[in-house]
């Protein structure tokens, strides 16, 4: 059982939690997921890690109640023990096995769409830890969305928030935000790691692609089972099938096939689409999960 240490409301619907769960937090690194059920009989549900802390045993994650099981997980308290808190899964960001002297003489770029401003965070903080300076921009529809503005802050060189309504800092959406910086600006950048929702990544992708700008983006929005057996959140990277959840969730953005990966998690949300791309996709599918391989 792992007890929850702490509860934010951080803006409507979204709410951040630390749970107590040592061995987790002593062995987890950015870029990292876990899994979270509530119950016995609860959902398994994939969230990226947004935070840990190793001397409390603490690990931070964020989530947005918008389905039946993270809106009962919205009612937990301070506290409440969730049943399972099973990882660190999938792979660690690449930046953390890269030499520091050559992370230093980088221009790095975060770009956080919603609720992805929770991913970003570590890694952003991480590399405030080994003396790397890098931006970050915070895409939200409105001022009522934005999360972690302050968090970043502490962490980030520079910080930008960009709203689709204009309610809250630059008017207009992450590119536009990017577009502001690169062109108008005359700033530079290396690399951009981008993480939110899957049109929003795919944009960015398009339009850093246009700049020559490596981008990196987390595929972890498509995950459903979370450990490689259920097949959701297979993907085509550089003409390879892959799997977000055991070789990711990160990738070359710019490898990246977004319009099947988006086509495919619609697919998979209901019973003929999960047997459509079974029969298609034979043994590279992944069945067996008990979600999509025995009721069929």
């Known amino acids: ?14 709410y951040l939690m630390d749970v107590e769960a040592p061995r987790v937090a002593k062995s987890c690194y950015p870029g990292q997921f876990v899994i979270v059920k509530m119950d016995e009989k609860g959902e398994r549900i994939p969230l990226t890690i947004c935070d840990y802390d ?42 953390i096995d ?22 970003v965070y570590p890694q952003v903080k991480w590399m405030k830890s080994i003396g790397c300076n890098v931006d970050c921009i915070i895409g939200a529809r409105s001022n009522d969305f934005i999360i972690l503005e302050d968090q970043m802050k502490e962490v ?14 630059f008017k207009g959406n992450v590119n536009d935000m990017i577009k502001e910086l690169v062109q108008n600006q005359g700033k530079s950048y290396d ?15 398009l339009l850093t692609k246009e700049l020559g700008i490596k981008t990196v983006v ?9 450990t490689g057996m259920c097949g959701a959140c297979r993907i085509t990277v550089g003409g390879q099938v892959k799997f977000a959840c055991v070789d990711g969730p990160e990738f070359d953005g710019h490898l990246v096939d977004f319009d099947e990966a988006m086509k495919r998690s619609q697919m998979y949300k ?16 992944h069945g067996g999960c008990g979600y999509c391989g025995s009721e069929e």
Request: charged content about 25%; proline content about 5%; hydrophobic content about 40%.
């Open 1 to 14: 059982m792992y007890k929850i240490t702490k509860k934010v409301l951080l803006a409507s619907n979204i």
């Open 54 to 95: 190793r001397e409390e045993g603490t690990v931070s994650i964020v989530f947005q109640a918008v389905g039946p099981s993270t809106q009962m997980m919205a009612k937990y308290e301070v506290g409440e023990y969730f049943r399972d808190f099973t990882g660190p899964l999938g792979c660690k960001s690449e930046l």
């Open 98 to 119: 890269e030499p520091v002297e050559e992370l230093k003489e980088k221009k790095i770029l975060f770009v956080a769409g919603g609720v992805g401003t929770a991913p």
């Open 156 to 169: 980030a060189a520079n910080v930008y928030v960009a709203t689709d309504d204009g309610s809250y800092g």
């Open 191 to 205: 690399l951009v790691i981008a993480i939110g929702p899957i049109i929003m990544m795919k944009f960015v992708c």
């Open 218 to 226: 987390s595929m972890n929005p498509i995950m459903v089972d979370g």
């Open 270 to 285: 209901t019973k003929e689409g999960r047997k459509e791309l079974r029969e298609k996709e034979g043994d590279t599918h």
